[in-house]
């Protein structure tokens, strides 16, 4: 398998041949990233908080606005923009033929107001807008999207039966089978974070399930957790139980626990050759948490297991913004 720097060095051709700029849009629970790229490559990268608050679609017209100070900033026109691709958290909603998101970390309204968001939004608007701007629009579910990138640019090429996990402010995959990726009926294929590995009965994802994968472990589900017991967010965590922080350890332990699970799941369900994993949770603690995940999936039925490895992203911390590249290449 090629290294990190070997896989973005193999992306530097595919821009030679670009006409126009495509903007790429990275809509995270926690933050939105917006690139664009033309034939000198991806630049102009901004960064904000996701919205969370004011009309519907607040999130699409911050988009909007961050396509537009992406060109500023890497000093094109927003006219010369020619396609938008958008890698983004779900689930989807489909409204008069846009995508709309009920995310349960953007939308306020799913699980009420002990989620603590500031919005009772069942769905965000985000496409809608954006096809009223370009021409050319694509909206992908951000697990999908990376797993079409990592297939093409990252740990996933050659591969025909594979998929992408992300860990991050929500759990969220992209799954091919046979060389086909997999969409389903509204683009929601690969949502397995809200799927059932255990009996708990406290903690409650933004979706309104309580117990689901995302609500256990994900990055926002790790302080509404363990807070109380001295652990501010994933990072402090994390870092506690490197340090040999016997509790903190349990815990990550126990979050291991889950995420292989959920990937035993997977490769028992689908067949898989391998996993690439990214995220903010595991991209920065990817020495640590993997072996820990990668025995749990190795511990159960090897017929079914061996020989299914478990890698970090091949795009790294890149990975989301060819992601969105990936939908507009």
Not at 83 to 102: H, I, K, M
Not at 172 to 193: F, I, S
Not at 221 to 239: M, S, V
Not at 256 to 270: D, E, H, K, P, S
Request: hydrophobic content about 45%.
């Amino acid at each position: 398998m090629n290294t990190f720097s070997e896989q973005q060095d193999a992306t530097a051709s595919l821009f030679a041949s670009f006409a126009g700029v495509k903007a790429c849009v990275d809509v995270g629970g926690t933050k939105i990233a917006v690139s664009v790229a033309d034939r000198h490559g991806l630049h102009g990268r901004v960064v904000e908080p996701t919205v969370r608050e004011g009309a519907a679609d607040a999130l699409g017209q911050q988009v909007l606005r961050m396509v537009a100070a992406s060109c500023a900033s890497a000093g094109l026109p927003v006219a010369a923009v020619n396609a938008v691709g958008v890698s983004s958290c779900g689930p989807f909603v489909l409204r008069d033929g846009c995508v709309e998101l009920a995310a349960p970390n953007i939308c306020g309204g799913l699980a009420g107001p002990a989620r603590g968001l500031p919005n009772t939004w069942t769905s965000a608007i985000l496409e809608a807008p954006l096809r009223g701007a370009f021409p050319q629009v694509r909206v992908a579910n951000d697990g999908i999207a990376a797993l079409e990138a990592e297939r093409r640019w990252g740990a996933l090429q050659g591969l025909d039966h594979c998929a992408y996990v992300t860990w991050s402010t929500g759990i969220g995959m992209g799954l091919c089978v046979d060389g086909q990726v997999l969409r389903g009926k509204n683009g929601n294929a690969g949502h397995a974070g809200h799927m059932f590995v255990s009996d708990n009965d406290d903690a409650l994802c933004g979706c309104g399930n309580i117990g689901d994968v995302e609500g256990l472990i994900a990055g926002n589900a790790i302080p509404r957790r363990f807070a109380g017991q001295g652990y501010a967010d994933a990072a402090a965590l994390l870092t506690a139980a490197r340090q040999g922080d016997t509790a903190a350890l349990l815990l990550v332990d126990d979050l291991c626990r889950i995420m292989g699970r959920t990937l035993y799941n997977l490769v028992a369900t689908l067949d898989l050759q391998r996993i690439s994993m990214g995220g903010s949770v595991f991209w920065h603690h990817r020495d640590f948490l993997l072996p820990r995940v990668q025995r749990h999936i190795h511990a159960h039925l090897a017929p079914l297991t061996a020989g299914c490895t478990l890698v970090p992203a091949g795009l790294g911390e890149r990975v989301g913004d060819y992601a969105a590249l990936a939908l507009v290449r």
